[in-house]
């Protein structure tokens, strides 16, 4: 039996072990090995590769806030997560070596394929935002990030995005507006002043929380609005899908592990 984690803190929310016992259990036969996936409350981030070797894991999800110790405790850092700097999976690899991914940004992309965004703006400023940016820019969809503080703006503007505080904004036209704030998640609260996001929202095609499971004050604001909403479920779904996928070292079809995980959530 090979074994799995997801690492952050807190941890007890998450989702990751459902779903992927549920594909390890549908797909054993077809990967050619019996999988098991638990979760793993960590409280030091810089302890985070010696505890994925000790328990001798083959693979592993990381989340809330590690992904950053993950990116720097890498072997190697493949794809879209050496240019974001953060990685949300661990797969073991050749001879032992530890090689991250972040299947966050593609994951996300893969839930607007249908849609032909050209602008977008992100609200928040934190690793989500940063997965969701890059590959947004990387596909050629033009770029606008708000936050409410300096704080994590610096690494955008050093990057080449547009940025601004909230409180200085000048409302425009975005096609994709997309909350990736926790604001709403256990609290009433707008990632924006409600004046400035209605105005936002009125000349979106879609507002995207990446919030799932609830209805938002956003995602609520949105539909009295009548703007096409959407929440976080579909790219929890899909940045599993593409994990799962590096697990099983690309043996099920992405459409068969993503048909599966959608059962199951
Ligand atoms: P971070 O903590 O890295 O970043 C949070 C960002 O939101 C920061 O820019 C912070 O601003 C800002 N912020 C926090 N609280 C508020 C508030 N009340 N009002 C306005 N801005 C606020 O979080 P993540 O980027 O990792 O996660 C953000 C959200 O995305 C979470 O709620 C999480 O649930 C969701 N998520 C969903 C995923 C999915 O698969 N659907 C995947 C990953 C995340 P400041 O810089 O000033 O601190």
Redesign the pocket.
């Known amino acids: 039996m090979r074994q799995f984690c997801v690492f952050g803190n807190p941890i007890a929310h998450s989702k990751s072990p459902l779903i992927h016992n549920f594909v390890f259990s549908s797909f054993s036969s077809q990967i050619g090995f019996e999988g098991f996936y638990g979760q793993y409350l960590l409280e030091d981030g810089e302890k985070l590769r010696q505890t994925f070797y000790q328990l001798e894991l083959s693979g592993a999800n990381i989340t809330?806030p590690f992904k950053e110790y993950a990116y720097t405790q890498s072997d190697e850092v493949k794809g879209i997560g050496s240019r974001i700097g953060s990685v949300n999976t661990w797969v073991l690899e050749d001879n032992h070596r530890l090689i991250g991914y972040n299947t966050?940004a593609e994951g996300f992309y893969q839930t607007i394929l249908d849609y032909n965004f050209q602008t977008a703006l992100i609200i928040?400023?934190?690793?989500?935002?940063k997965a969701v940016a890059y590959i947004l820019k990387e596909k050629g969809i033009k770029v606008c990030i708000l936050?409410?503080?300096k704080?994590?703006l610096e690494s955008f503007i050093q990057n080449g995005f547009e940025c601004y505080l909230s409180d200085v904004f000048m409302p425009r036209a975005f096609d994709l507006v997309i909350n990736?704030?926790?604001?709403g998640?256990k609290d009433t609260?707008l990632?924006l002043q409600e004046m400035l996001l209605r105005q936002i929202l009125l000349d979106a095609k879609m507002a995207y929380d990446?919030?799932?499971g609830i209805s938002t004050p956003f995602l609520k604001l949105a539909k009295e609005l009548n703007i096409l909403s959407r929440d976080?479920k579909d790219?929890?779904i899909e940045?599993a899908a593409l994990a799962f996928e590096l697990f099983c070292k690309h043996k099920i079809p992405l459409e068969s592990i993503r048909k599966q995980m959608k059962l199951i959530l």
């Not at 990736?180 to 604001?183: F, I, R, S």
């Open positions: 809330v966050d928040g400023a934190g690793g989500s935002a936050n409410r503080s704080n994590h990736a704030t926790p604001a998640l609260g990632p990446l919030i799932y976080g790219m929890l940045q």
